[in-house]
């Protein structure tokens, strides 16, 4: 394996936002992006390229399919509990002529299955508890089985206050497992300039500037980190390793409202790699570029806002 600094505070965090929450409870400014309670979404990141043990310079694309639904366990005055059950399918497409170096990793073998349970506790008209947890198995299904794959979990949790009709701030602490276990204080921080423009962030995860052209568009620049973890069997060796990327990806994104109960959201950026755990005898040569992605979503319909 090799490793380059890990960039532990990059870490993702476990949708910390309340957005799935029912409109009587969830915390929130005045156009914010809609709730999401199924989701679709394609991502490309083209043009990354690796050097391998007596081969030249092999050029891949990164190609990701995520998909999540919601589904409402407790819905009260006081509180609300979510679970959310996803999967993700991710491969690197060989894009040069040759041989691939790395075809055990063709294909959809890298997969991730998971579970989000969150919630959301009223404490006043201006004061919430948020709790969110997952678990998941992520790896090489194609070559291990489920049980050979070690259970992930992440945990956090947060107390949110609205100070004003445009500012909120929160603050919390989460725990991530993966390989190595990680703590990380949580920042939250959401402000409303004017009537169609603010700052969401959620710090480590997301710092983003909104702008509301409509009631139904919305234009996001952001930077967002992308973190992703597979567990995989060695090249040459029984033992079980860790292929690992920490990028952050930095750019703009459009949020369409399709009417009451869809929407589809499209972003364009640079990814930039911040480490890289790789599979033995793999070199980064270019590991940032372009990422693109599409993003299809339902909304809750009996939940949405009127403006």
Not at 63 to 70: C, G, P
Not at 143 to 153: A, D, G, Q, T, V
Not at 175 to 183: C, L
Request: charged share 20%; glycine share 6%; hydrophobic share 40%.
């Amino acid at each position: 394996m090799q490793f380059r600094s890990p960039g532990p505070f990059f870490i993702i965090l476990t949708l910390l936002s309340a957005h799935a929450m029912c409109q009587s409870l969830k915390p929130g400014l005045e156009g914010m992006s809609p709730s999401k309670w199924l989701t679709i979404r394609r991502t490309q990141a083209p043009g990354k390229t690796y050097r391998f043990n007596s081969t030249d310079t092999k050029r891949f694309t990164q190609e990701e399919y995520f998909m999540r639904a919601w589904v409402p366990l407790v819905h009260s005055k006081k509180v609300a509990v979510l679970l959310g059950p996803n999967y993700r399918a991710e491969q690197l497409e060989f894009k040069s002529s040759g041989e691939n170096p790395v075809s055990h990793m063709e294909g959809w073998n890298l997969r991730t299955f998971a579970l989000d349970l969150n919630s959301i506790v009223k404490l006043d008209s201006s004061s919430w508890f948020i709790f969110t947890s997952q678990i998941n198995k992520s790896g090489d299904f194609g070559r291990l089985l489920w049980k050979e794959i070690p259970m992930n979990y992440t945990l956090s949790a947060s107390f949110l206050r609205r100070k004003s009709v445009n500012k909120e701030v929160g603050l919390g602490v989460m725990m991530n497992k993966s390989f190595k276990i990680t703590v990380l204080p949580v920042f939250i921080f959401n402000y409303n300039f004017s009537n169609n423009a603010g700052l969401e962030m959620i710090l480590p995860k997301k710092i983003a500037f909104r702008k509301n052209l409509t009631p139904s568009d919305i234009i996001y620049f952001k930077s967002e980190a992308v973190s992703r973890t597979y567990y995989l069997n060695q090249l040459n060796s029984d033992a079980l390793g860790v292929c690992r990327r920490v990028d952050i990806d930095m750019g703009m994104s459009y949020n369409r409202k399709i009417g009451n109960y869809a929407g589809v959201e499209i972003f364009a950026g640079y990814r930039k790699n911040v480490s890289n755990r790789l599979i033995e005898g793999a070199v980064p040569v270019r590991t940032s570029g372009f990422a693109g992605t599409i993003e299809l979503y339902i909304q809750p319909p009996k939940f949405k806002k009127k403006h």
